[in-house]
């Protein structure tokens, strides 16, 4: 049985190049551009890691995500970002999941970026509808996330939310820490230590990664370690990318 993916999706865009002086008429830099690349991101980079790990999955997501932009300005030689336009960002929607069949799938992630997409409510919705559910939030926690299999957010979310969090909560979570690994019912999940390209969506490689090995019928413990990995793979490339490792 396959996985389905819920949340909001955007289009990301990296535009490369090399800057070599700054603006006469202000102190800004002179982009020379020479690589475009793109490609979904948020949600739908969940999606392609696990398509790219080898799930069976689906996706429901705003309709529009390619209209969607974060377009980000960097230096080929340093990758320094030092602009980033984002176009459409106010205008994701809401979900309709009136066609969706809970009973198609084994495993549900939910991917919140907190645009409006997914409401607390109908994220406990879900919850309720679903017995394995397991969410990538960007909410302050509460009630409505009681009934997810397990709640995967970063060290500065968990900072934000600590104060809403209960014990029923606290076991859920697995807390991602950058550098550190991450960290599940007070056990730390060391990584190793490498040469960090871009961390952008290496989050969302955590939870794809996490839900393709769960999926599989592996421990949490497993799983978490099978996400290290893929993370990790992932920061040492540049932008947005998926995981290259199919298990």
């Known amino acids: 049985m396959s996985i389905l993916v819920i949340g909001e999706s955007c289009h990301d865009w990296y535009v490369y190049g ?6 006469p008429e202000a102190p800004v830099p002179v982009l020379q551009p020479s690589l475009e690349r793109s490609m979904g991101g948020m949600a739908m980079n969940v999606y392609k890691n696990l398509m790219s790990l080898g799930s069976r999955c689906d996706i429901l997501t705003n309709p529009n995500w390619e209209g969607i932009i974060k377009r980000r300005y960097i230096d080929e030689r340093t990758n320094q970002m030092f602009l980033r336009v984002d176009i459409g960002d106010q205008g994701y929607g809401h979900i309709d999941w009136s066609n969706i069949h809970w009973d198609d799938y084994q495993l549900i992630v939910i991917s919140d970026y907190d645009k409006g997409y997914l409401s607390a409510e109908d994220i406990g919705t879900i919850c309720q509808a679903h017995p394995k559910v397991m969410l990538d939030t960007k909410k302050i926690l509460g009630p409505w996330a009681l009934q997810s299999l397990y709640i ?6 968990y900072a934000a939310t600590r104060h809403s969090i209960t014990q029923a909560l606290e076991h859920k979570l697995i807390i991602t820490l950058g550098s550190e690994g991450c960290e599940h019912q007070g056990i730390r999940y060391p990584v190793p230590t490498v040469d960090v390209k871009d961390t952008c969506g290496a989050g969302d490689t955590f939870i794809a990664a996490m839900a393709h090995w769960y999926n599989k019928g592996n421990a949490i413990e497993s799983c978490i370690s099978f996400a290290n990995e893929c993370a990790t793979q992932v920061i040492q490339k540049r932008g947005t990318s998926v995981v290259s490792r199919a298990s």
């Open 152 to 157: 995967k957010i970063n060290h500065l979310e």
């Open 18 to 23: 090399s800057v070599k002086r700054l603006a």
